[in-house]
């Protein structure tokens, strides 16, 4: 069975983008160390992110885990869906309240729900037993809080936003997490794994 994590880039104050949905320098430990993200025969839209030793291990293991992205429709919209290819996994799903965009990619097996438990388990199946990724933000926090998410993963960057989209969405219930299991320093980053406390 698919375990589902929650994941994103996020500030020191919890924000994965300011109010303006600008993400600052929160990226920007994808482009400061001597490591490429992918060898030589790696995919094209990776081949520019050069990272920390640490960093690429990590982030290596992680995508070729990942089967599945969720995402919501801010980020779609901003990322253009990411042209039908997410950053890791072979399978995009969207969580919207409007239709997919008349026109976009008619080729790609992009489905879009309204329900978020909905695009989980449709994800849960296309990913078998490997890792569902659920962006976090609204979507994420809306997974988080109908029980949906095994662990939260977070790449800490070390910059203070004061406000901006909350790593969470607007959950406003407790939810108890177990202790890191995964905590690796990299160059502008901390990489940091939490199962979820059943």
């Known amino acids: 069975m698919a375990t589902v994590i929650m994941h ?12 303006r ?16 993200l992918v060898g030589e025969e790696g995919e094209q839209r990776h081949a520019r992110f050069r990272v920390g030793r640490r960093s690429a291990d990590y982030v ?23 042209e039908a290819e ?10 919207s309240h409007r239709p997919k965009p008349r026109g ?11 329900d978020v438990g909905a695009a989980v388990d449709e994800a849960r199946r296309r990913a078998g037993d490997r890792v569902v990724a659920v962006c976090a933000g609204e979507v ?21 936003f004061g406000s901006g989209r909350r790593f969470f969405g ?5 939810h108890l ?4 299991d995964v905590v690796i320093q990299g160059e502008r980053v901390l990489h940091l794994s939490f199962p979820v406390r059943r």
């Open 8 to 19: 994103a880039v996020v500030s020191l104050d919890g924000f994965i983008a300011d109010e």
């Open 21 to 36: 949905d600008d993400v600052g320098p929160l990226f920007d430990w994808y482009f400061n160390g001597d490591t490429p």
């Open 60 to 82: 290596r293991g992680v995508w070729e885990r990942t089967a599945a992205t969720i995402q919501g429709r801010r980020l779609f919209d901003l990322t253009n869906g990411w």
């Open 86 to 95: 997410p950053p890791a996994g072979e399978h995009l799903l969207v969580v």
């Open 104 to 114: 976009w990619h008619p080729e790609a097996d992009v489905p879009f729900f309204t």
């Open 140 to 160: 994420g926090g809306q997974a988080l809080a109908l029980g949906l998410v095994d662990r939260v993963a977070m790449d800490v960057v070390p910059v203070v």
């Open 170 to 174: 607007s959950v406003d219930s407790r």
């Open 177 to 180: 997490l177990e202790d890191p």
